[in-house]
């Protein structure tokens, strides 16, 4: 098990934070589910939790058979994908990612929202942790993400928002530009196989790493498409791209 937790700040608040990342999400994975590969929808329906009261619940299936790594592909099936749900009682989320085909494999991620440039320390307060875990402040403007993801326009250094001003991002922005946000995600990584441990864990946090970086940067490249939606507007966004996506999978029932 490798735990790690994540500070990724953004200029943006909390709420309207909460409103780019649904359109992030819905529109990141309408734009990668080729025919069969991508994220096809299952559940997206309300939930309602005795300590965190009503939120919503997702549970998606992740194909992933092409983006693996060649010694991965080795020993998995050609169908291959990885079982997301999801518990968002915004700003706390409950994310897990399990695969049938690898039992001893999970992700568990954690995730706390807070309007600030990612100083609070615990915030967690998880009795997962023991002892200390790293801590990884992600630049979604300076931090290096692969080549082959890399989009011009989508660079917060050069990025521009003309209906909100915002950007782009110079050194030490997170310390200096107002609003700023920050999502908290502490992470867990199980792959119980011995002799492959270490190396497998190790694996899924960089590309976690990677996912986070681009998501983000996405949503803040993207905030002159979302920044004038309302919560209810985006929702029936993401219902639309939610039928579009899964008709790319031969199916239009969520």
Known sequence: MLIKEY?????????EYRVGQLYTISKHSHQESEKGEGVEVVKNEPHED???????????RVHLSSKLPSWARAVTPRIFYITEKAWNYYPYT????????????????????????????NIFHSDKILGDHEVSFLDIAFDEIPERYYRSLEDPR????????RGPLREGWREHTKPVMC???????????????????????KVIRDILLIGHRQAFAWVDEWCDM?????????????????????????
Request: overall charge negative.
């Open 7 to 15: 500070r990724i700040c953004m200029p943006l608040t909390t709420e």
């Open 50 to 60: 005795p300590v965190h009261g009503p939120g919503q619940f997702t549970e998606k």
């Open 94 to 121: 409950i994310t897990e990612y399990t695969c049938s085909f690898l039992p001893k494999f999970s992700i568990y991620i954690e995730t706390k929202y807070e309007d600030n440039c990612g100083d609070s320390e």
């Open 158 to 165: 050069y990025f521009s928002s003309v209906k909100t001003g």
């Open 183 to 205: 999502s908290y995600k502490l992470v867990t990584v199980k792959f119980e196989v011995w002799g492959l441990q270490t190396r497998v864990e190790q694996f899924v946090h």
């Open 230 to 254: 309302s919560l209810e507007e985006v929702r029936v966004f993401e219902t639309q791209m939610q039928v579009a996506t899964n008709q790319k999978f031969g199916s239009q029932d969520p």
